[in-house]
């Protein structure tokens, strides 16, 4: 393994602002750091998949009374933004390394406004069509967790998981809310997040995708 992956194992360990859920283990939702009476009162957007984070990070820097909460299953994904919220004083972010199968473990319901999906697999072969993170199952623990009004932002380079996206929440009862094809092309919208680029959108940037956009609501 190469040491840099190494390094950012163990360093991740020692960071104040990650949480590691073990398979196995439980907690209630209300014991995790979120639920601190510190952040009562703050609106909380969660994002899975977060990989390294960029987008936890720009909205928890833009927006201070809002608690971001970003999820991905590899710690050292999560190591390069845990470091750059500390680096940057924000206090109002926090990493769980855990599945996302597992969401309703670690969040109460109806406490969440916002839940980002960016760049997730689009899963292509129809045997693993069931770990897409908009297939039926997931869309429930959404609507289980999102507040009245809440909703749910994809970002996809995937034609695949874009059209697959908007049957699905249809046939599920959710109603889409904006949409674009090319956020970069579109007409500019705030949900857009234009700004922030992650990792994953950059190398799929580089190889010609356009940047696919869907906001639902399951309520
Ligand atoms: C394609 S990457 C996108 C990462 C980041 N959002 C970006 O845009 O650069 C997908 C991420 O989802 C994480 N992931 C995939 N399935 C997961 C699961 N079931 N539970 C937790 N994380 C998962 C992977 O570890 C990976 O970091």
Redesign the pocket.
């Known amino acids: 393994m190469a040491k840099t992956k190494l390094h950012k194992y163990e360093r991740v360990k020692q960071l104040s602002n990650v949480t590691f859920s073990e398979f196995g283990e439980s907690h209630p939702p209300v014991s995790y750091p979120w639920y601190n009476e510190r952040y009562e009162g703050m609106e909380k957007i969660l994002e899975l998949?977060?990989?390294?984070g960029?987008h936890s990070l720009a909205f928890a820097a833009a927006n201070p009374h809002k608690f971001c909460v970003g999820?991905?299953?590899?710690s050292h994904?999560l190591c390069d933004g845990a470091e750059k919220a500390i680096d940057k004083g924000l206090g109002n972010i926090h990493f769980l390394r855990?599945?996302?199968?597992r969401i309703t473990e670690f969040f109460v319901e109806h406490s969440i406004s916002q839940v980002w999906l960016?760049?997730?697999?689009p899963h292509p072969k129809t045997r693993s069509i069931k770990s897409r993170l908009t297939a039926a199952p997931f869309l429930d623990d959404y609507a289980s967790l999102l507040i009245s009004g809440g909703m749910v932002c994809l970002k996809t380079d995937s034609d695949l998981l874009y059209n697959y996206t908007r049957e699905s929440v249809e046939q599920w009862g959710g109603h889409v809310i904006e949409t674009s094809d090319n956020i970069y092309e579109s007409c500019d919208h705030p949900l857009y997040a234009r700004e922030v680029v992650?990792?994953?959108?950059k190398k799929a940037q580089a190889k010609g995708a356009s940047i696919k956009f869907i906001a639902f609501r399951l309520n």
Not at 49 to 52: P, Q
Not at 118 to 121: A, E, G, R, Y
Not at 198 to 201: L, P
């Open positions: 998949g977060c990989g390294k960029e999820i991905d299953g590899k994904r855990g599945r996302i199968e960016t760049f997730p697999d992650s990792a994953f959108q």
